[in-house]
DNA sequence: GTCAAGCTTGACGTTAACGTAAGGGTGACC
DNA sequence: GGTCACCCTTACGTTAACGTCAAGCTTGAC
C-alpha cells in the first residue's frame, strides 16, 4: 500500500473525490473545461500526481472567488506550452494582473475582517453588560482591550 | 451643492450607480433580496447616507465573496432590532464564524499569491535570458533576487 | 449467472445574480 | 405638445457551476 502522496501514485476519480469532497460530477465538469485531462485506462479516467496538484489550485482558486475561466488561464500559463516569447511577455502580463487582482482582494477581506471585528467586540460588550453568562470563555480579553459598545454603529468604512 | 458625503444627503438610484458603478438593476435586485430598504417618495427610491453606507458593506462582502445571503446576515448581524440576549449570543457565534472563513480566506490567497508570484519570477528569468528586451523595468529586481527557472514548475504546494 | 459497485456518456434541471426588454408614469425644456 | 431623461414594475432571458437522473458497460463476489 503506497503513500497517499508519493508522486508515482495514481487516483481513480472517486479517490480524489473524497480526498477534496468535491463530486465526480465536479470533476468531469473542469474536464470539460480543459482544467485537467487525466489519463485514460479504457474508458476510466485516472489521475496522477500532477493532476492531483492541479486540482488543489482549482479548488484554492475557487475559494479566492477566481472562475473556471480565470483560472484555467492561470493554469496554463504554468504549463511551458510556450509559443515564443511574445507569448511569453503576455503570460508574464497575465500574471501580474492577476497577482494585483488578488491583492486588492485581500486589502478588501481585511477592511471586512475588521469591520467584523468591531462588529464582535461590540456584540460581546453588549453581552457583557446584560448577560455575562452567556459569553463564550475567551472574550475577557475583548473587554479588557477596552471594546466599546458604539463600535457596533461604526460600520461604515 | 451639499458634500457629496454629508450625513443627512440623500441619493437618487442613478447618483449611487455611477458612485458604485453598478446597474440600477442590480440596487433593485438588492432591494428585492432584503439587503437594502431605502425610504420612498412616491414611488421612487431616496437612498440616504446609511443606505450607502450598506451598499459599500455589500460590494465589499461581494469582492470578498460572499453571497448576497451571507451578506444579509452580516448586514442583520448590525442591525440592534435585537431580540434579546439569547439573539446577541447567536449573532455573535455568527460573526465569530464569518471571521474565521474570513481568515481561511486570506490564506488562501496567500497562497495564491505565492504560487503566482513565484511563477512570475520564473517567466521573468525565463524571459531574462531569451529575450530581455520585451522586460518590464522593474524586472532586474527580482532577477537580481534570484529568480530560479525550475520555480515554473514547482506550482503545486 | 446474476447482482451490486463503480465507471462511462449524454441530457435536462437548478441556483445565484443579475441583464434586458416591455409598458407606463412624471416633470423639464423647446 | 412633443420629446427627452429619469423613474417605476413585471417578466422573461442568461451565465456559471454544477446537481440529478437515465441508460449502459465492466468487473469482482457469491
Partial sequence: ??????PERTYTIRQLCIEFKVTPR??????DKGLLSPAREGLNRVYNYRDRARLTLILRGKRVGLS???????LE???PDDGGAA???KSLRKFRDQIVALEAKREDIDHALESLREGCAGMEARLAKTRPDLLPAEAEAAQAAGARLDAVHEFAK
Fill in 1 to 6: 500500500m503506497p503513500d497517499l502522496r508519493r
Fill in 26 to 31: 465536479a470533476l468531469r465538469f473542469y474536464e
Fill in 68 to 74: 473556471l475561466a480565470d483560472i484555467r488561464e492561470i
Fill in 77 to 79: 500559463l504554468y504549463s
Fill in 87 to 89: 507569448q511569453a511577455a
